[in-house]
């Protein structure tokens, strides 16, 4: 029987189209994330099972994570998130380099998933991360950089915006005014995520049965309603009193209101939106939290998100080193690229100019023009073997290089060939001796 | 207890001066594949083990593989070679599409190996393909490309050679004048891959226990001391007769001396080398195939292999489409380059300019600055926190940006700011309100 010829469930074929495409995002990724002197780094495909376990939480590790014993009894798994890997390298480093270090990858990951629209089993990432800047300026940078790379792309604030929280208030809220055992907190935490997603009094009766306390989910329920600076302050107002009230304040709200005003002093704060909702699950984020949300009716989700996290390092004796990161994924970022129509066309592959040949004797020639060229840093495709120029043209018409020049021995005999220009079709007689020629017609109509 | 910081055994870390220097690789492998109209592609880092069992061999299935069993019971396998994944590929599409295909990609393989001096267990390996060229044609690209690759890295024909063979002839000689058992044959066949490794008289001694005939042994030993393409030329006309002979000739000898002879015509003759001992194993090879091959005496190994191949989309139920192509591994080749002095130093990130600010009034500014400048393609590094210029000049020593700017509240007050660059330590004034100037500063020294 016939091997299929389909890659692996939840997986892509990138042909040359695609390729191109996955290219263009990651070479802006790269581009914008330089830009912001964030470094390069990538770790392996494998770590060692032990290493999500610490860092990831029992759902990835359970349900998740592709993993299998190795030939050497080791737990091993295939990356299904890029942090505890930045993590277990940071912590090689961090006493030895200058700080703040600004890192970015964009390895590929595995996750098993039931394949749907923007969910896939393999997929690629964006990651940055800035560790130990001083408390605050790294939000800003962090922030800044994750719409720089989106407008990179051509997107503005019509297109997306960033849902931002603070962890620390959420966790203040819930174990104050909304005092409940861990177990009760981990729900409340599991349907805010569902929120936008179930009828309003279902959701109430939820609350209700969680919190078993009509003034607890009174709290609960206006805590997810609110929706501005304002409306945050005055809930705080009302909720905490006593003695902690500063504390808390200067630890959370503070804090949060001077990343909105700084943000709003570069001019983006048509970007940002506080957002009670966001909370980033049970996570190892401990302060700020965002996502950047795609503002299309149609393709309403989260194409990124991070936070703010202190204690990253622990798991390896080390001492904390605050760090401030986001994930990016390229299926969502494609798919709402797509939504709004932002992608670029790659379905044609750039080659500066054919070549090809009618005669046997010619053949020589053309590969050495061919050498002479490419040494001179032009695209060129060698059309092999002998061809009329009606079958070189009708190869041209789906390949579409910019030139195409087509060589006989006749030409040869003469010194003189003739270059099309396939798109605007006009004809430059050249005298083969004179390469540089060519080369200049090439470059100057890139 | 602390979790290990090392990566997983055999696979590696690439902190920003590792990664930097793996960019520099890819992106000038990918460089030359498009002067040369090669299109970018990649599948999944998993397929099913059936693909592999199909094409690549037992040895490599049972002793190399990393496989595991998924949640839906299929056989996977984290790819160890990207041939079998570029068949798959092309077997969806050859039918529709105009050829030959032009492909290259790089994707990240494992194997279990012992890790050794240029092997390790995750690698990176370009692979380029040509399928559907006219006969002999991809040949000579193939192998232009190859040399073109590593011409790129500033290699020349001091420091590697590219030798080759036909797998063709190898073939006829075992089948015919040295004809044995299957079994015996795959014996000789791994005895050449050993052949440098060994002392000459174990290797007769092995020779003559496989073949178990003198005759046989001589000419087994007469083949694999051939040098020079006249040698091999009287070995055929020793070797063979008969009907078949011009048969023979024209199938093996005939085509290799026309590659030869072609890649002379285009000045690469001295890059190239007549090998009969270059047989690739027991792989789906079926005509002309080759090593790059590091000529310095401490580092004599392969950095790269390939050949032409007929036969691969046969396990998918599809019509034969003959290919050539090669894989070229980042750990041999980085390994060539350090022992050639080749390797560029990375260990410095490219960072424009650095704007530090002495006083908490200028943070504004500076991030502004920033953002206006990055709008322009200028790299900037944000020197976080209010801080005297003795500590931003320490600073800047380590990560030596091409410019630094240090802005004071009196600074902003007078509008004229004063820029250094610290290549020439020249200090540049610049009035606050022409960022355009100081664009064209740092875009002028680059």
């Not at 969680?210 to 805590?223: A, G, H, L, R, V």
């Not at 001019?267 to 949300?293: A, H, W």
Request: proline share 5%; hydrophobic share 40%.
């Amino acid at each position: 029987m016939a091997l299929s010829k389909s890659p692996y469930k939840g997986t892509r074929d990138f042909f040359p189209e695609q390729m191109r495409l996955r290219n263009y995002i990651f070479s802006k990724m790269a581009e914008v994330s330089e830009l912001y002197a964030y470094e390069p780094y990538d770790g392996p495909m494998v770590e060692e099972l032990d290493l999500y376990r610490a860092k990831s939480g029992e759902e990835l590790i359970n349900e998740q994570v592709y993993k299998f014993i190795d030939r050497g009894d080791r737990e091993v798994a295939i990356r299904p998130e890029m942090t505890p890997t930045v993590a277990r390298m940071v912590a090689q480093i961090h006493r030895e380099v200058a700080k703040p270090l600004r890192w970015f990858s964009i390895p590929n990951l595995m996750r098993y998933e039931k394949p749907q629209k923007a969910r896939l089993r393999e997929f690629w990432q964006y990651n940055a991360d800035i560790f130990g800047a001083p408390e605050g300026l790294g939000d800003i940078e962090i922030i800044q950089l994750a719409i720089g790379i989106m407008q990179a792309f051509g997107a503005n604030n019509n297109h997306f915006e960033i849902l931002i929280n603070s962890r620390k208030f959420v966790d203040y809220v819930f174990t104050g005014p909304i005092h409940l055992e861990a177990e009760m907190t981990k729900k409340l935490y599991k349907l805010i995520d569902k929120k936008n997603k179930m009828p309003a009094d279902k959701f109430s009766a939820e609350v209700a049965q969680i919190t078993n306390d009509p003034k607890k989910s009174q709290i609960f329920e206006k805590y997810v309603a609110l929706s501005t600076m304002k409306e945050i302050e005055s809930f705080f107002e009302e909720t905490f009193d006593g003695l902690e009230k500063d504390k808390i304040f200067n630890e959370t709200l503070k804090p949060l209101m001077t990343i909105f005003a700084q943000l709003k002093n570069l001019g983006l704060g048509d970007y940002i939106k506080f957002d009670p909702s966001i909370v980033r699950g049970l996570d190892y984020y401990t302060d700020m939290v965002f996502e950047i949300f795609d503002k299309h009716p149609e393709n309403r989700r989260a194409i990124a998100g991070g936070g703010a996290y202190a204690n990253l390092l622990s798991i390896f004796g080390e001492q904390p080193l605050p760090g401030i990161g986001f994930g990016l994924g390229e299926v969502p970022l494609t798919e709402f690229l797509k939504t709004h129509n932002l992608l670029p066309d790659t379905s044609i592959q750039n080659i500066d100019i054919l070549i090809a040949y009618t005669d046997l004797k010619s053949e020589k020639t053309v590969f050495e023009l061919s050498q002479v060229l490419r040494n001179s840093k032009i695209k060129v495709e060698v059309f092999m073997g002998e061809s009329k120029p009606k079958k070189v043209f009708s190869y041209t018409d789906k390949k579409q290089p910019r030139f195409v020049l087509i060589l006989s021995a006749d030409d040869i005999a003469s010194g003189e060939v003739q270059v099309k220009n396939l798109q605007d079709k006009n004809i430059h007689k050249m005298s083969l001796s004179d390469i540089d020629k060519l080369i200049d017609l090439i470059k100057g109509s890139r």
